[in-house]
């Protein structure tokens, strides 16, 4: 018989990487889905996320070789079904040793018979472990899935590092790889991060499900807390050497979006209304060679238009029965910035009146450094530099080079150039991050 040549049934080098992207881009975009309907089948977080990744290791293997399947999500819950059935089986037959191992000691017997239950028993114990529907996930049920993926992944129980980590891991699909560039940590310290974290879901017994109620409105609240942890992060590194670290902002926004349709509620509307406007003027916040480039500097014309017409959109939403949020307002703030052709033409009033009302709703000495701009802008270095000496005098901020370098900028512009160089130097000694650290320093040494 002629022998197959196998080589010829291999894919091409460059149709491999394709496939690999294939993989690549569906495990990122479709993750949540996946793990939260594993999640539901099998009751059980920790060997969800497992078996999830069991798969997407064989569908690296299987799929350059094979061709990508015609519904790679189905394909992958799938396999990761068979997975942990067959964990399932394996803690089965290893409960039944254990059991007759223990009463072959209790009874004096031999224990060459051990593990040799009847046939069926294993069969009926996996049975009673996963959910009983073997189907397909229903996908009535997706979005219930992937927010309850959300609200396990946010628990209380968990630390605000374990939730952001957990999250980025389960719900945006991130591998550790990415989570540890993203926060400037080591690989293992995030892997071990997030394996106590699932130790630590599963200690507590949380359950797999959307809580209602005022547990509803707390989880939610620390969902929405921890994307806005991300979406900081990911604007405005507070380490490293770029300024924005734009995988990190996206995916927070990817994910406010997604959270948005799940729980269409005023404040998650808040939320996605701050993260677009925001990220509108990532276009033209750095230069070509990824220097900074503050707000009188940018070309507003690189403004993304797409996305302030997003986040004006989400905006109008967030307006509920007691008015704006803490994120509704900070979203009005930064429209404020969006609609202005320029700094001076910008409306620095109502920015003082959304500063104050959100300092009254959510009391902040970063709210007070940033009234205290506004108030500069709208009414003078002098008036600002008040506030600002104000908090100088309450103590607050010593370990943040914000405060140093809010006050150089104000003093510079009264003419105080020896005070403004020192509060400078002083804020770019404190700042971790060397991009805005080189700004802070071209500034002290532009002063006359």
């Given at each position: 018989m002629a022998r197959v040549d196998r080589s010829a049934l291999t894919p091409a080098p460059g149709e491999q990487d394709a496939a690999r992207r294939a993989v690549e881009a569906v495990w990122r975009i479709e993750s949540a889905r996946i793990v939260g309907a594993l999640t539901r089948y099998t009751r059980d977080f920790e060997l969800a996320e497992d078996v999830a990744q069991e798969a997407l290791a064989e569908a690296l293997v299987s799929w350059p070789r094979d061709g990508a399947p015609r519904d790679p999500a189905a394909w992958l819950i799938a396999t990761a079904r068979r997975r942990a059935i067959d964990a399932y089986r394996r803690r089965a037959g290893r409960d039944e040793r254990y059991a007759a191992l223990a009463h072959g000691l209790a009874e004096g017997e031999a224990t060459s018979g051990v593990g040799t239950g009847p046939a069926g028993a294993g069969a009926s114990v996996v049975a009673g472990q996963p959910g009983s529907d073997p189907a397909e996930v229903d996908p009535d049920r997706i979005d219930d899935d992937v927010l309850a993926l959300m609200f396990v992944s946010c628990h209380p129980v968990l630390s605000r590092e374990a939730q952001v980590a957990l999250t980025l891991?389960?719900?945006?699909?991130?591998?550790?790889?990415?989570?540890?560039?993203?926060?400037?940590?080591?690989v293992g310290g995030v892997q071990a991060r997030i394996t106590r974290a699932k130790k630590t879901i599963a200690a507590a017994q949380v359950p797999f499900e959307v809580p209602d109620g005022a547990d509803r409105t707390a989880r939610l609240a620390s969902v929405r807390g921890v994307l806005y942890v991300i979406f900081t992060e990911?604007?405005?590194?507070?380490?490293?050497?770029?300024?924005?670290?734009?995988?990190?902002?996206?995916?927070?926004?990817?994910?406010?979006?997604?959270?948005?349709?799940?729980?269409?509620?005023?404040?998650?509307?808040?939320?996605?209304?701050?993260?677009?406007?925001?990220?509108?003027?990532?276009?033209?916040?750095?230069?070509?060679s990824g220097e900074p480039i503050l707000l009188e500097d940018q070309d507003r014309r690189r403004w993304d238009r797409a996305a302030i017409i997003r986040g004006r959109a989400a905006l109008r939403r967030a307006v509920g029965p007691a008015g704006m949020g803490v994120y509704a307002l900070q979203a009005a703030i930064a429209e404020c910035h969006a609609v202005a052709r320029s700094v001076a033409g910008t409306d620095w009033e109502r920015i003082i009146v959304l500063y104050e009302a959100l300092g009254r709703v959510a009391p902040s000495p970063v709210v007070d450094l940033n009234r205290a701009v506004a108030v500069a802008m709208a009414h003078g270095p002098e008036l600002g530099l008040r506030v600002v000496d104000g908090l100088v005098e309450r103590g607050v901020l010593a370990g943040s080079h914000l405060l140093p370098g809010v006050r150089g900028e104000l003093l510079a512009r009264l003419g105080r150039t020896a005070e403004a160089r020192g509060e400078y130097l002083r804020a770019a000694e404190m700042c971790g991050n060397t991009a805005e650290r080189s700004v802070l320093e071209a500034k002290a040494s532009a002063l006359p």
């Open positions: 891991r389960v719900v945006g699909g991130l591998t550790s790889d990415e989570i540890a560039r993203a926060f400037l940590v080591p990911g604007s405005s590194a507070t380490s490293g050497d770029d300024w924005i670290r734009h995988d990190l902002a996206r995916e927070a926004v990817r994910l406010a979006r997604v959270l948005s349709r799940l729980a269409p509620e005023p404040e998650t509307f808040g939320l996605l209304a701050l993260l677009e406007l925001t990220a509108a003027r990532f276009p033209a916040r750095v230069g070509p």
